[in-house]
């Protein structure tokens, strides 16, 4: 164990993700176990910036690991995209005795928490929180199981409506440049169709097969299309065209946006966010920097900071055959 090591700083930063919660409350608790003291940090790097710090102790998590959203709350900082601001940072951190910290977050905050290692030799340990579950070097970053569970639960709900009234109905969820909220909830709700970044069908395609699935029998259908989705300029120029081309359906679109974030994290990211807090505390403890907490397979691993932000995850091509299989 590192004895240079003695307060241990935890921010979340970027977009909310649940599980965020109870990985704070693993960090916090794992520091009280093995006795170093934790700062929490309000307000991502903002907070850093102006010192917005507050000792936390066991107690002080209590009751969050079920909750949605983070406690420490997250904020944009432009101010820490210039040494000036990052400097400000470390003199905070510094006056207050903090000598590392755990970055919950994704990309940007990873990229955020590399420079600043790089500039002041400060040990920065990474835990991927997420829904886009679009970070390379883990099979998953806290936050997505739940939101694709959001996604399921709601798309098994607009079903009822669209096989009521013989609807064909659009449902846009999340995913800029990975479609892979898209893929793994089209899949489990049964979708005819999913439209993601990294497919582009094509809209006579997209067409074709919304016909043979009339044909096939089919009294509604859900299209699940990712926001970063190439096949139209947006879900409504979908709605409009195959409205135009495929008159015989009545057609809806449902954009489900932020909800995807919110509510209760699984099980399955309370106990991944509790995992990743343990081994969080334990690497810097053991004298690690600038890498981040990831799960491959059944078992954590440390990836370089570095490697982690180096590109998009890819789709697993495997599940994209079985919804094509699917949506026969």
């Given at each position: 164990m590192s004895k240079s090591v003695k307060n241990i700083g935890v921010l979340t930063s970027g977009g909310d993700a649940p599980g965020m919660n109870a990985a704070i409350r693993s960090v916090v608790r794992t520091c009280a176990y093995l006795n170093?003291?934790?700062?929490?940090?309000?307000?991502?790097?903002?907070?850093?910036?102006?010192?917005?710090?507050?000792?936390?102790n066991a107690r002080s998590v209590n009751n969050i690991i079920n909750k949605g959203g983070t406690?420490?709350?997250?904020?944009?900082?432009?101010?820490?995209?210039?040494l000036e601001g990052r400097k400000k940072a470390y003199e905070q951190l510094t006056k207050v005795g903090v000598d590392a910290i755990v970055v919950i977050g994704g990309n940007g905050s990873?990229?955020?928490?590399?420079k600043f290692n790089e500039e002041f030799d400060f040990p920065v340990m990474g835990i991927p929180g997420t829904i886009d579950n679009d970070i390379l070097g883990t099979s998953f970053t806290l936050g997505f199981d739940t939101a694709i569970n959001t996604v399921v639960d709601a798309i098994d709900k607009i079903r009822d409506t669209a096989s009521s009234h013989n609807r064909l109905f659009f449902v846009e969820v999340m995913g800029r440049d990975v479609g892979l909220i898209a893929l793994n909830a089209g899949v489990g709700a049964g979708a005819e169709?999913?439209?993601?970044?990294?497919?582009?069908?094509?809209?006579?395609?997209l067409v074709e097969s919304l016909k043979r699935s009339k044909n096939s029998g089919k009294s509604s259908s859900i299209v699940i299309v990712a926001e970063g989705d190439k096949t139209g300029n947006n879900v409504f120029e979908l709605k409009d065209y195959v409205e135009k081309n495929l008159p015989i359906y009545d057609v809806r679109v449902s954009v489900l946006?932020?909800?995807?974030?919110?509510?209760?994290?699984?099980?399955?990211?309370?106990?991944?966010?509790?995992?990743?807090?343990?081994?969080?505390?334990?690497?810097?403890?053991?004298?690690?920097?600038?890498?981040?907490?990831?799960?491959?397979?059944?078992?954590?691993?440390?990836?370089?900071i570095a490697d982690a932000i180096s590109g998009l995850t890819q789709v697993d091509q495997e599940l994209i055959r079985v919804s094509d299989i699917m949506t026969t």
């Open positions: 170093i003291k934790c700062t929490a940090i309000y307000r991502g790097y903002q907070g850093m910036i102006e010192g917005d710090f507050k000792a936390f406690i420490l709350q997250s904020a944009r900082s432009e101010e820490f995209r210039s990873f990229t955020g928490a590399l169709e999913i439209l993601i970044p990294e497919q582009n069908l094509g809209l006579e395609r946006g932020h909800m995807q974030r919110g509510g209760n994290p699984t099980c399955f990211d309370r106990v991944l966010a509790s995992r990743m807090g343990v081994k969080a505390v334990e690497s810097l403890l053991e004298g690690r920097s600038t890498e981040m907490i990831g799960i491959r397979d059944t078992s954590l691993v440390l990836v370089p």
